[in-house]
């Protein structure tokens, strides 16, 4: 999904997994549709940021997504608006630059964090003459999921990556001086296991909703994904593609269809990870089934069968 290489801070899912967010360092957020046809099209500009969008989110129902700036100002936009759209309200509060926003689980109360630790909170139920926000006091649990470190563009800027999995099983490490490393934590034993060799300076790292997918970014530009499900996830290893620059934030969809990465030179690089769905699709698009020639081809030696039951065969 092309951002005119801007360099991109912050992506996100819509829950549905039809929307990819990307906030990017030219004040822009940017909506790209992930079921049309092309890349380029459906592609929405969010503009009215006076700073870097540093953090996305949408809302649970996926109708409104919320960004954050280097400008203090959280904004709600209606995420459905074709073409360039202005937001539907802003929220004032920090003094700083937001660095995650988030919904907490009663769908109404807004939760910002801030580069300098603080969370606001805003309930956006409340008459907007009405809409005080709160401060969170420090002995206050912060909410789930809230960013509270700066992006990091550079290798040499970052601290150790610490992600848990919605499950609890899991704790993934990236550490700063290169490297990845997993823990089961039901296991009697929990000793680490090397997922990442440091040479791959692995910079990002996150996990699909239902604890199945680890994806782990590196400063190299590298995707790598990893089943948890196996005897030994550390070998499961899959190169999902080379985005040729360093990857600065990894998203999941809600429904674990997608993953996606947003880069340092800008592009926003999603994949689609349920291959009944990829068949689906596919078999709307096609005409017809390999024919036996071309099974060879790009098969090779497994025996021939057809893809799409209910089209023809290709010879």
């Keep these: ?3 005119d290489r801007e360099p991109v801070l912050t992506v996100a899912m819509s829950p549905d997994g039809n929307w990819l967010a990307a906030g990017c360092t030219d004040f822009s957020a940017r909506l790209f549709r992930t079921t049309a046809r092309k890349s380029t099209q459906s592609v929405n500009l969010l503009l009215g940021h006076g700073g870097a969008v540093t953090a996305v989110a949408f809302t649970p129902d996926g109708r409104q997504l919320l960004t954050g700036s280097r400008d203090g100002t959280v904004r709600i936009w209606n995420a459905g608006e074709r073409g360039p759209a202005p937001p539907k309200q802003a929220l004032l509060g920090h003094s700083g630059p937001v660095t995650g926003v988030s919904f907490l689980p009663d769908t109404r109360t807004l939760a910002a964090a801030g580069q300098d630790g603080s969370v606001i909170l805003w309930d956006l139920l409340a008459p907007a003459s009405n809409r005080a926000a709160r401060r969170l006091a420090p002995g206050e649990p912060r909410p789930p999921g809230l960013d509270v470190a700066a992006a990091r563009p550079r290798l040499a800027d970052r601290a150790d990556v610490r992600v848990t999995s919605p499950d609890g099983r899991w704790l ?34 996150g996990f699909g909703p239902d604890g199945r997918w680890l994806m782990a970014g590196t400063f190299q530009g590298t995707a ?28 999941f969809s809600a429904d674990g269809k997608w993953v996606a990465v947003g880069t340092a030179d800008g592009p926003v690089w999603a994949w689609h990870l349920k291959a009944s769905d990829l068949v689906a699709q596919a078999s709307e698009l096609a005409i017809r089934n390999l024919s036996h020639a071309e099974w060879r081809q790009h098969v090779g030696d497994e025996p021939y069968r057809r893809t799409f039951p209910n089209l023809p065969d290709g010879d």
């Design 1 to 3: 999904f092309p951002t």
């Design 172 to 205: 993934a490490l990236a550490e700063a001086s290169g490297g990845a490393r997993l823990w089961d934590l039901r296991a009697k034993a929990q000793t680490a296991c090397e997922l990442v060799s440091r040479e791959r300076a692995v910079v990002q790292l």
């Design 224 to 251: 790598l994904l990893f089943d948890l499900t196996v005897p030994e996830p550390s070998a499961s290893g899959v190169l999902l593609g080379a985005c040729y620059s360093p990857i600065q934030c990894v998203a």
